[in-house]
């Protein structure tokens, strides 16, 4: 139990404090005990832009009362540091001289203008206003009814669990989920300032965090627990323990054996996302992506996958197929999969179905599907069979039809993931008279289990110097998606308008005609 005294002294120090906390300051606890250090960070937490920002999306949603019959879920990687931000919303709460509730190791503890009390009694007495109750998830276990059920208490629930937003407690309360991202490298850098280390220990720290951080990706506790209890061995451990792929039957391993199949409607195949990198769309609140976990084992499967046969792609793809988008080994495979009925790599007998065209909003950078096919277009695919082939610059793609150029580098935030030359899509393959030795187009090609709106600017250059080198060419943007439904875009919940908005760097350097491709799987 946490000393009463001790929270009392918490509480005198920052009730109505006005020190203004900026990004990238330290806070300084009082002495806890041991078992509540925060992350290996003793006793002083890194104020993150991420943690201020979480906080004022608090605010703004609390400040309806009516929103109070509800919750909030703070969802994120497992040692992301969703503890540490509860520790900072109650320094904040404090200071702003809130009444706020906090619950950790079986206690609940009340904070107001008179001081600090743990709470025995019972909740529906005592609690007459609507208040926030920091709650962290302890080894999994689920917040006490008292704290769940009563309407003028606004549960602020951190959580690991990915079922957590299915729970009978939150699907009561309609949740109201917020994600957190992990460290970027510089706060990561910065962290040496909570290291309560010697100055050799902080060297070591210093020389190895490159290593250490590509292997364990931007997760501050996983980061500080290599190094500080393996030191000089912590790249040694991480690479005896650290999956590696270096040919097909190992990329096959790494795919199956690291999946953990569950209910479909909870997303359970963390296990193989956090062996790559976890990348999830956040549409009830932060519209944002996680991008974590190992960089290392990502780049090794994305230069393996190349090398995957369809067969072989299709029976790894089966446990992700009816949630691909939940995981990055089930997008990756759908990326596959599809590249390989573009390049025709298979004997599919099955057609494509006809091309579908998005019309540009007038006045808008946004594009909006015409609910009518194509039915004279087609993907110009027929009588060319493409291989795929890595790139790292615009020098290294030739204008051959020949190849299907995929980018080198992980980069999960390009707006497209490959890039093939040919004709235009309402061009006749089967009229001998139409074929032309050169090719005409420029397909931009995004492959994704689920239509996504927009992309960042990262690649647009690329395109640009391919657009110069051959100004003859006419850019065209291809989207493929999976077919589930006659309409491709049946699957898109997140987005009821079926819209794509291009990215302004984008539609300002190369602007051109948007389809959407299904893909029989």
């Known amino acids: 139990m946490v000393l009463m005294s001790t929270l009392q002294q918490f509480h005198e120090y920052w009730w109505g404090k006005d020190d203004f906390l900026i990004a990238n300051t330290v806070i300084h606890f009082p002495a806890l005990p041991n078992y509540i250090e925060i992350s290996f960070c003793g006793y002083r937490l890194l104020v993150r832009e991420e943690y201020i920002y979480l906080f004022e999306r608090l605010q703004d949603f609390s400040q309806y009362k009516r929103n109070y019959i509800r919750a909030v879920v703070l969802d994120g990687h497992s040692g992301v540091g969703k503890s540490m931000f509860l520790f900072y919303a109650l320094v904040r709460c404090l200071q702003e001289s809130r009444d706020v509730l906090f619950y950790f190791y079986h206690q609940v503890v009340h904070f107001s203008k008179y001081g600090v009390k743990e709470i025995y009694e019972d909740l529906y007495e005592l609690i007459r206003a609507p208040i926030w109750c920091l709650m962290d998830s302890f080894n999994g276990e689920c917040p006490p009814l008292g704290l769940t059920h009563h309407y003028y208490i606004l549960p602020i629930f951190a959580s690991s669990r990915p079922e957590e937003l299915y729970s009978h407690w939150a699907d009561r309360r309609c949740p109201y989920r917020l994600v957190m991202n992990p460290w970027s490298e510089q706060e990561i850098y910065m962290g040496i300032k909570l290291l309560d280390v010697g100055q050799n220990t902080l060297d070591l720290y210093r020389s190895q965090l490159p290593q250490v951080l590509s292997y364990c990706g931007p997760i501050i506790r996983d980061i500080y627990s290599v190094l500080l209890t393996h030191g000089s061995g912590a790249v040694k451990h991480l ?12 990329l096959v391993q790494v795919l199956l054996e690291f999946h953990n199949d569950g209910h479909w ?3 359970p195949r963390r296990p193989c996302s956090e062996a790559l990198m976890y990348r999830q769309y956040a549409s009830w609140s932060d519209e944002t992506y996680l991008d974590f976990r190992s960089p290392c084992l990502a780049q090794e499967v994305w230069e393996q996958l190349i090398h995957l046969g369809y067969d072989d792609a299709l029976a790894c793809f089966s446990p992700f197929r009816y949630d691909p988008d939940e995981t990055v080994a089930g997008r990756w495979l759908f990326q596959v999969i599809a590249r390989k ?3 025709r790599e298979t004997t599919q ?11 540009l909003v007038e006045g808008t950078r ?6 009518i096919s194509c039915i004279h277009h087609s993907l110009p695919i027929c009588g060319v069979t493409r291989t795929p082939a890595f790139y790292s610059s615009a020098t290294e793609i030739l204008l051959d039809m020949t190849y299907f150029y995929i980018p080198r580098q992980v980069a999960p935030d390009l707006l497209f993931n490959g890039i093939f030359f040919g004709h235009d899509p309402w061009r006749d ?4 008279n139409m074929a032309t030795p050169d090719p005409t187009v420029l397909y931009i090609v995004r492959i994704a289990a689920e239509f996504q709106n927009e992309g960042s600017e990262q690649g647009v250059e690329v395109i640009c110097e391919i657009l110069r080198l051959y100004p003859g060419l006419v850019p065209i943007y291809l989207f493929v998606v999976p077919l589930g439904n006659t309409n491709p875009f049946s699957f898109m919940m997140r ?3 079926r819209t794509w908005t291009m990215s302004q760097s984008w539609f300002q350097k190369c602007p051109g005609r948007v389809f959407c491709q299904s893909i029989v799987i």
Not at 239 to 250: D, G, I, K, T
Not at 349 to 357: A, F, G, I, M, N
Not at 366 to 371: G, K, L, N, P, T
């Open 349 to 359: 007998s099955k057609p494509s179905p006809p091309l579908l065209e998005m019309k």
């Open 265 to 267: 409607r909870i997303p």
């Open 341 to 343: 009925q573009i390049c």
């Open 429 to 432: 393959c089967s009229d001998s």
């Open 239 to 250: 690479y005896s323990h650290h999956p590696h792929v270096s040919n097909l039957a190992s």
């Open 366 to 371: 946004s594009f909006i599907s015409s609910e």
């Open 495 to 497: 987005d009821p308008e």
